[in-house]
């Protein structure tokens, strides 16, 4: 990755760090689980209204942690919004391939949204990383708790 490119990445996750998009617990929220890293502390709770198509109507968060955590949660409450459960988690399916796979290219994704992962592609960074991992996935971990009825998640 060029200089220009990693700086623009780091651009876009402090931004999201410092001003996240979607900090709040909306109204009629009928899905949430509470996530929890306990190697830095970092935690975030998803708040999800499904309608009754089985869509994503609204997704929201809050919580405190690093700037990767929260970056990503705000970033994942941009794109999840409009989706189904089963698009939800293909997308969090790839996500965490672009945070741990070495090679893996948007080619390979599951999800059709090839945008989504496009905007996402900023946090591919924490690869290198391994312990930074956790901060990315922490609130996709606790988005699919939510989706699977559970009241929490851990990094763990």
Not at 30 to 50: F, H
Not at 118 to 135: D, H, M, N, Y
Not at 143 to 155: C, I
Request: hydrophobic share 40%; charged share 30%.
């Amino acid at each position: 990755m060029d200089d220009l490119l990693r700086d623009l990445y780091q651009e876009v996750i402090l931004d999201h760090g410092k001003h996240p998009r979607n900090l709040r617990h909306p109204e009629g929220a009928n899905r949430q689980a509470r996530g929890y890293n306990p190697l830095c502390g970092d935690q975030v709770t998803i708040y999800l209204v499904e309608d009754e198509d089985g869509r994503i109507a609204d997704v929201a968060f809050e919580g405190k942690g690093c700037a990767i955590s929260m970056a990503s949660a705000s970033m994942m409450t941009e794109v999840l919004r409009g989706k189904t459960e089963a698009e939800a988690r293909r997308l969090f399916d790839d996500f965490h391939r672009l945070c741990t796979e070495d090679g893996f290219t948007l080619d390979q994704a599951y999800a059709e949204d090839r945008e989504a992962l496009e905007r996402l592609q900023v946090l591919s960074g924490v690869r290198a990383f391994p312990v930074r991992v956790k901060c990315a996935t922490l609130a996709w971990h606790a988005m699919t708790a939510a989706l699977d009825g559970e009241g929490q998640a851990t990094t763990e």
